[in-house]
C-alpha cells in the first residue's frame, strides 16, 4: 500500500495529465458525430482483428482433431474405392453374374513413435490387437508406404518402416508394369533402391514407381517413389535404380493399416502348397 501511495505522489502530474487526456476525448467523441463515427470504425476493426486471431489460434489448436478425423475418412473412403476390391465371380461362364468382394479395408491410426537415423527403424503407432491390428499387416500414409507391422499388443503395434534392412515391398514402373523389390540402402531417409528390375524395362527419370500388389500387405497402386538413376552393376542381369521415396519419415503422423480380408485363405493356401517352405 506504501509503495502504490509513493508512486501515485511521484508521479500524479502525468497520471492527470493522462486522466485530462481521456477526458477531452471522450467529449471530442460524444459531441462531435464525425470522431464519433471515427472511433466507433477504429472499435469495431480492433475488435474484429482480435476476434479474428482469436479464430486463427482456436483453428490451429483444433488441427490435431481435423486431421485425425480427415484421415480416418480417408481410411473409411479407401476402403470402398476400386482398389479394394478384388473380381469376384459365382459363375466362371457368364461375365454379367461378375462381381466385387471387398479385399481391403484400412484402420487410421497415429505415430507415437518413430526413428529415421538407424540401421534398423522402427515407427509405433497407437492402433493394436483390440483394433484389429495383426503382425505382417501394411501400413501406408496418403503420399506412400510406411512398412510392415512386426509386433502388437492390445491397443499398440511396432511396425518395421521401410527404412529397415528385412524389409521389402514389391514395386512396379506405373508406365509398363515392369517390377522389382524395393529395399533401403541404410543412408538417406529420403531414397531406396529398386533392384531385380529386368534390363528391358525403358527406364526414365522421374518415373513413377507403384506397389505391384503381389504378396499380402499392400493393395496395388499405392505411390512409392520416383526414379532418380540407374545403373547395371558388373556380373548382374538387372538394373540397381535408386529411388526418390513419396513418403517423408521425418514427418509421420498420420498413417492408416492395411487390412486384407482374404489373408487367411491365401496363408492356408500357401501353406498346404508347401510355398511358404520352399527354397
Known amino acids: 500500500m506504501r509503495n502504490l501511495v509513493v508512486f501515485l505522489v511521484r508521479h500524479y502530474l502525468f497520471l492527470l495529465f493522462i486522466l485530462l487526456e481521456g477526458l477531452s476525448c471522450w467529449l471530442l467523441v460524444r459531441n462531435n458525430f464525425f470522431h464519433r463515427a471515427g472511433a466507433v470504425n477504429t472499435a469495431n476493426q480492433v475488435v474484429g482483428s482480435m476476434l479474428e486471431t482469436r479464430n486463427e489460434m482456436t483453428a490451429y489448436l ?3 482433431d481435423q486431421n485425425k478425423m480427415l484421415m480416418e475418412e480417408l481410411a473409411r473412403l479407401r476402403s470402398m474405392q476400386k482398389s479394394s476390391f478384388a473380381p469376384y465371380s459365382s459363375n466362371t461362364f457368364s461375365i454379367r453374374d461378375t462381381v466385387f468382394r471387398q479385399q481391403y479395408e484400412y484402420i487410421a491410426g497415429q505415430v507415437v513413435d518413430n526413428t529415421v537415423n538407424r540401421r534398423n527403424n522402427f515407427v509405433t503407432i497407437n492402433r493394436g490387437r483390440a483394433q484389429g491390428i495383426r503382425p505382417d499387416m501394411g501400413v501406408l500414409t496418403t503420399n506412400g508406404v510406411v512398412g510392415l507391422v512386426l509386433n502388437v499388443s492390445d491397443n499398440f503395434c511396432t511396425v518395421m518402416s521401410l527404412l529397415h534392412k528385412d524389409v521389402k515391398v514389391s514395386a512396379r514402373l506405373k508406365k509398363d508394369g515392369t517390377f522389382g523389390q524395393l529395399i533401403w540402402a541404410g543412408t538417406d531417409y529420403r531414397t531406396a533402391e529398386l533392384i531385380d528390375l529386368p534390363t528391358h524395362a525403358k527406364l526414365v527419370k522421374g518415373d513413377t514407381l507403384i506397389t505391384s500388389g503381389l ?65
Request: aromatic share 8%; charged share 30%.
Open 62 to 64: 483444433d488441427l490435431k
Open 215 to 279: 504378396g499380402e500387405a499392400f493393395p496395388a497402386g499405392v505411390p512409392v517413389g520416383t526414379v532418380v538413376s540407374w545403373e547395371k552393376k558388373a556380373g548382374d542381369k538387372t538394373y540397381t535404380v535408386q529411388v526418390q521415396l513419396t513418403t517423408d519419415f521425418r514427418k509421420l503422423e498420420h498413417v492408416m493399416i492395411v487390412r486384407n480380408l482374404f489373408r487367411d485363405e491365401l496363408q492356408q493356401l500357401k501353406d498346404s502348397s508347401g510355398v511358404n517352405n520352399a527354397e
